[in-house]
């Protein structure tokens, strides 16, 4: 039983929510958004962040998709010209009340695959913990950098899960991302509205860069097109672009893709 009031944050601070007392609670809300409902709020909720909260927000939804990764099915009847936008710019329209359910992104996928397949889940649920309770200092994929390097050396960690929590609260720096410069404002601009077949080894799946450097992507899994959405950056989608090593499709195409055609 929830109501939506769409111009909630005309009127409020959205910053106040991400706070370290009420972060945790706000994380528990928003699991228990009807799913129609995520995407479009998730959107708008972002919009009104400052960076810290924005990346703290992401960062918490990256680690959840490691424990539950949903596939979502893409609705045909969906209007996909409209680029998905995420910001509200008609709050006080009659016509919310026809809105067209979004389906629910699913959050920015991140790679465990250095992970041993037996300590994933309970790994997952520490960077999960941490994250929830405020206390995390580094983002999820650079907790698991740090634990695959240790799998690899002579020296495996006898509790992987209570090492994932020490380094999401003591872990700074992100190993994967540190030797490259961050993407730019004017960079991420650039990228707006362009259309890339990524990743590059599988040729059923399409990326589509929006607003303020997120993506849409599109893929046939299980027979099915399945919409996720991410962060150019933080899940790896900018490096193969700055390398020219993506083929550049048109916005079209991915339409006609995600529609089914």
């Known amino acids: 039983m929830f109501v939506w009031v769409r111009i909630w944050w005309e009127h409020h601070h959205a910053s106040q929510t991400m706070g370290p007392k009420l972060r945790a609670r706000t994380l528990d809300d928003i699991r228990r958004l009807p799913p129609p409902w995520s995407a479009p709020f998730l959107g708008d909720f972002r919009t009104q962040l400052n960076n810290e909260h924005r990346c703290f927000l992401e960062e918490a939804l990256q680690a959840e998709s490691l424990v539950d990764m949903v596939s979502v099915p893409y609705e045909s009847h969906i209007n996909t010209s409209s680029n998905f936008s995420r910001r509200n710019t008609n709050a006080n329209s009659n016509s919310n009340s026809n809105l067209t359910p979004t389906p629910a992104a699913s959050p920015v996928p991140v790679d465990n695959s250095g992970i041993p397949q037996e300590h994933r889940a309970s790994v997952a649920a520490a960077i999960s913990k941490a994250l929830q309770a405020g206390v995390a200092k580094s983002d999820a994929q650079a907790?698991?950098?740090?634990?695959?390097?240790?799998?690899?050396?002579?020296?495996?960690?006898?509790?992987?899960?209570?090492?994932?929590?020490?380094?999401?609260?003591?872990?700074?720096?992100?190993?994967?991302t540190a030797s490259k410069p961050s993407a730019t404002a004017q960079e991420l601009l650039s990228l707006k509205g362009r259309c890339f077949g990524w990743p590059d080894?599988?040729?059923t799946s399409f990326a589509r860069v929006g607003d303020d450097g997120y993506f849409d992507q599109y893929a046939v899994e299980g027979g099915r097109v399945v919409r996720r959405s991410g962060h150019v950056e933080r899940a790896?989608?900018?490096?193969?672009?700055?390398?020219?090593?993506?083929?550049?499709?048109?916005?079209?195409?991915?339409?006609?893709?995600?529609?089914?055609?």
């Open 143 to 176: 907790v698991l950098d740090v634990l695959a390097q240790q799998f690899k050396s002579n020296s495996p960690p006898r509790d992987p899960a209570a090492l994932a929590y020490y380094l999401s609260q003591n872990l700074t720096e992100t190993p994967r």
């Open 201 to 203: 080894a599988h040729p």
């Open 236 to 261: 790896g989608l900018l490096l193969p672009i700055r390398q020219n090593r993506l083929r550049e499709v048109s916005s079209a195409d991915v339409d006609k893709f995600a529609r089914g055609c």
